[in-house]
């Protein structure tokens, strides 16, 4: 048997969150210094989040940060953290891909899929599946709302819907 296997379940555990934080963090490295050389491709901002069907007595809300990068007119990445507000302060990573369809000058829809990790109940990684929406509302400054469902890898789970409303500077 590898050593892997040998090891108790909790250590385990933490060798797959490493590996995943650590991509997420590649990821997001790879696109900031990419962002920085393309005006007009990039976006920051602020998001609150509501997770429904989380497990616990009610939705569970939480407050963030996500950037987002076009390598087209129509894809690109959006890498995200959010801090859930529960009894203690857990944390949320994810990374999505999504595929633009202009609806109007102001008005874009995407489907999204993505990857995530979370501590909300021990730590579990997740995939992504939703639509969102993005309203422009000022020169350079866009409205964004999506709605995914996150499958979860640990049995523990329940696969959260999120809801998620943000205010995006883009650059």
């Not at 048997?1 to 060798?15: A, G, L, S, W």
């Not at 490493?18 to 602020?46: H, M």
């Amino acid at each position: 048997m590898c050593d892997f296997m040998q090891k108790p379940e909790t250590e385990q555990i933490k060798i797959i969150m490493k590996k995943v934080i650590l991509t997420l963090l590649l990821a997001c490295a790879a696109v900031l210094p990419l962002s920085a050389q393309n005006k007009g491709d990039w976006g920051i901002g602020p998001r609150i989040s509501i997770y429904t069907n989380a497990g616990a007595a009610g939705a569970i809300s939480g407050v963030g940060a996500t950037g987002r990068y076009s390598f087209t007119d129509n894809w690109r990445i959006e890498p995200s953290v959010t801090a859930l507000c529960r009894d203690f302060c857990s944390v949320d990573l994810s990374v999505d891909v999504h595929y633009l369809f202009r609806a109007s000058d102001v008005c874009s829809l995407y489907p999204q899929v993505g990857l995530s990790a979370n501590d909300i109940f021990g730590w579990s990684c997740g995939i992504h599946l939703g639509c969102g929406t993005d309203v422009a509302i000022a020169h350079n400054w866009d409205l964004t709302a999506d709605l995914r469902w996150v499958i979860q890898t640990a049995r523990w789970h329940r696969n959260p819907i999120v809801l998620n409303f943000g205010l995006i500077r883009r650059f």
